[in-house]
């Protein structure tokens, strides 16, 4: 059974750029897609891509582009997601989600237990 | 991308109560279709996927149904650990996107 633990807790100045890891336990850490979705306080759901490290694609939601990285790193089962230039709009908790894909759907689960990232001056 | 409305936006229940929140989607989606619920300060968690297939472990009260455009999550019976937020999910294309959620309050 997977089980996706994040980093913690930051703090950010305008402008500046934070790093969030997830790693993963147990079952096979290559053959599926971890996303990153985050939620805004008091808001809902949104993803922001996803990474198959088995083959080191990501791919993003275009209201991130240019500004979002995610990564991952096989030899620690570790994912993460980078977003720069940040602006207080970008205060959130950010989640990883295992991606599961069966023959024909797919959904998240398990997901991390989420980091609040605060971007403030 | 495809949106995603939900309703009621919030509903107030008692424990016990048949609970049913609405999806729609802006366009067919087939079967690609997730439910998921949270509670404050926690992470989503999976209750239903493939618009009516039960995640394993989740209680038999919950239900889902519906297929195209229209879904239904069903609570048979309302239990004091249901009170959360439920969001759908659609998994037709990428981006995968979420309704705003249903907010099941104590009456």
Do not use: H
């Amino acid at each position: 059974q997977v089980q996706l633990v994040q980093s913690g807790a930051e703090v950010k100045k305008p402008g500046s750029s934070v790093k969030v890891s997830c790693k993963a336990s147990g079952g096979t850490f290559s053959s599926y897609a971890i996303s990153w979705v985050r939620q805004a306080p008091g808001q809902g759901l949104e993803w922001m891509g996803r990474i198959i490290p088995i083959l080191g694609i990501a791919n993003y939601a275009q209201k991130f582009q240019g500004r979002v990285t995610i990564t991952a790193d096989k030899s620690t089962s570790t994912a993460y997601m980078e977003l720069s230039s940040l602006r207080s709009e970008d205060t959130a908790v950010y989640y990883c989600a295992k991606e599961y894909s069966s023959s024909l759907y797919n959904w998240f689960d398990p997901w991390g237990q989420g980091t609040l990232v605060t971007v403030s001056s | 991308d495809i949106q995603m409305t939900q309703s009621p936006s919030s509903l107030s229940a008692s424990v016990g109560d048949r609970v049913t929140i609405t999806c729609r989607a802006s366009q067919s989606i087939s079967s690609y279709l997730n439910w998921y619920q949270q509670k404050p300060g926690k992470a989503p968690k999976l209750l239903i996927y493939a618009a009516s297939s039960l995640q394993s472990g989740v209680p038999s009260r919950f239900s889902g149904s519906g297929s195209g455009t229209d879904f239904t999550l069903t609570i048979s019976s309302l239990q004091p650990e249901d009170f959360a937020t439920y969001y759908c999910q659609q998994s037709y294309s990428t981006p995968p996107t979420f309704g705003p959620g249903t907010k099941v309050d104590i009456k």
